[in-house]
């Protein structure tokens, strides 16, 4: 008898921690979704800010106008 008692208490205790386990998979899950939603999030900003109409209206603001001339490439040896 006390024999099954015991059993009946560590199937107990064992289905808590796997209930528990099962917790914190779905907050860290949780957690893993929204950082991809920022991610994305940022992503799109830093595209938006690279796009060349962007970069061209920033630069009129700041009057900086594109160069006439190319660059000139330097060979180093």
Partial sequence: MT??????VIMIFSSHLVDKKIISIADIKYEIS??????LENRKTVMELR????????MKVRKI????????KIIVN
């Fill in 65 to 72: 106008k594109s160069s006439i001339n190319p660059p000139n």
């Fill in 34 to 39: 929204i950082l991809e939603s920022e991610f």
């Fill in 3 to 8: 024999v099954l008692f015991i059993m009946a």
């Fill in 51 to 58: 796009m060349e109409s962007n970069v061209l209206s920033f």
